[in-house]
């Protein structure tokens, strides 16, 4: 039969891919136009799914010391006591597994909550009950220091009874009237709270299902990742996986470590010392010391004003002991404990904080510098392979004090001292 359409190759090409780049740009356009409406719908389902996104995030934590519980503890007790029965060993060890590191992690909770919050409560409660007898002794001590300078002391006299005036103004005029959407706001808070109470509970539960069926689960991706992509890209793919999972991993269990080991220290010292609300203080400079670069500063500020509003010579001595603090932690115990899995310099750590708190708030600055290391070190491979297959030096150091690259033997020449002193003549040209 003969053919009755002679299609061009070429010209199928060519109008297929017409049609994907005006079908693309519709689709952008109406992206852009429907973005209010996208990120509201963007939103709402990610409250509807936040019970499993929570289960995700337990599940990682616990994954690595449910693989040691598994492989190290359950799985060879189970078959020493199982004897030929070993088909049933692996299923038993995986229950067990599961059993004890959701146990292991409410029990962290709870600790954390028995122990910490009723004095954390006490604590703020004593601040409350004694606030205007540290308002009294701030004032009784910067009129003492300011005795012998009159005119200061009037000065600060008037600001303060300005600050009196504008504070009772603005209780009168703005706190007083919106009473109404404080205590809807009050109720609002007790709402979010047991909603992310049940959040937490939905997601141990969650958990639970995907650290039974955590093995199934990971060949069920890699087959899907085999079959979509090829053979090389899929490796590269796990490659990558890999290293992101190692990358966050390292950094939120060094993390971690690292600020329960400044906690306790700065517990044992602010004891030693007899500081004001030990626990307290220990508590916001362990918590605040998680997120990198500016955490220190972070906890510093609010801990030393409350020991201020008791005694203003232990707050110089405790400013003074945290900045030797973080001198350690910066310099001994973090590079001990993080070891290489940050591995960028310290102005793209204080630019992944700044771009990420800017972008997700806290969530972005505790995670913001793993995963700029994750691009980075992407970037860093994707230029390396680029320059391995242009023939060109890899290593940084090649390109300090470069003058230009050999066209032919492809290594980079130097620049001299001479040529650096070599300036333009008095005619414009070399010397």
């Given amino acids: 039969m003969r053919r009755i359409f002679n299609w061009d190759k070429k010209y199928l090409y060519w109008g297929v891919t017409a049609f994907c780049v005006i079908a693309c740009s519709i689709l952008f356009y109406m992206a852009l136009a429907y973005l209010p409406m996208i990120g509201r719908a963007l939103g709402s389902l990610g409250r509807i799914l936040s019970p499993f996104i929570w289960g995700l995030v337990i599940t990682y934590l616990l994954s690595p010391l449910y693989k040691t519980l598994y492989n190290n503890v359950f799985l060879p007790m189970t078959e020493r006591l199982s004897g030929k029965k070993k088909k049933a060993s692996p299923r038993i060890a995986k229950a067990l597994s599961v059993l004890l590191s959701i146990i292991v992690f409410l029990a962290l909770i709870t600790a954390l909550v028995y122990l910490i919050i009723p004095q954390l409560y006490a604590s703020i409660e004593t601040i409350v009950n004694n606030s205007s007898t540290y308002v009294a002794k701030i004032s009784e001590w910067s009129q003492g220091m300011l005795t012998n300078y009159p005119e200061v002391q009037n000065f600060v006299t008037e600001k303060f009874e300005e600050i009196n005036t504008n504070l009772f103004a603005w209780i009168r005029d703005t706190i007083l009237p919106r009473f109404g959407s404080f205590v809807t706001n009050v109720t609002a808070g007790v709402y979010y709270f047991v909603r992310a109470v049940y959040n937490v509970v939905i997601g141990i539960i969650v958990s639970v299902y995907l650290l039974s069926n955590r093995e199934s689960a990971t060949a069920r991706a890699r087959r899907l990742c085999y079959c979509v992509f090829g053979l090389e890209r899929a490796e590269k793919i796990r490659d990558a996986i890999r290293f992101t999972d190692k990358t966050f991993m390292g950094f939120i269990n060094g993390k971690l470590l690292d600020s329960a080991i400044i906690g306790l220290i700065c517990y044992i010292v602010c004891a030693i010392l007899k500081m004001p609300y030990a626990l307290l203080v220990s508590v ?114 090649n390109y300090a004090d470069l003058d230009h690259i050999d066209p032919i033997t492809r290594m980079p020449v130097k620049r001299t001292d001479e040529d650096a002193d070599d300036g333009p003549d008095e005619e414009g040209g070399k010397k």
């Fill in 284 to 397: 916001i400079i362990g918590v605040t010391n998680i997120i990198p670069f500016f955490g220190p500063l972070i906890g510093a500020i609010p801990s030393a004003f409350i020991i201020l509003l008791v005694d203003p010579l232990k707050c110089l001595i405790f400013v003074i002991f945290i900045v030797i603090l973080q001198q350690i932690d910066g310099n001994i115990i973090g590079p001990k404990i993080l070891g290489s899995s940050i591995g960028i310099n310290g102005f793209w750590v204080m630019f992944s904080i700044i771009l990420g708190a800017g972008l997700f708030g806290f969530w972005g600055m505790l995670l913001g510098v793993p995963v700029f290391v994750v691009i980075y070190t992407g970037i860093t491979d994707l230029v390396e392979k680029k320059l391995k297959k242009r023939d060109l030096p890899v290593d940084s150091h």
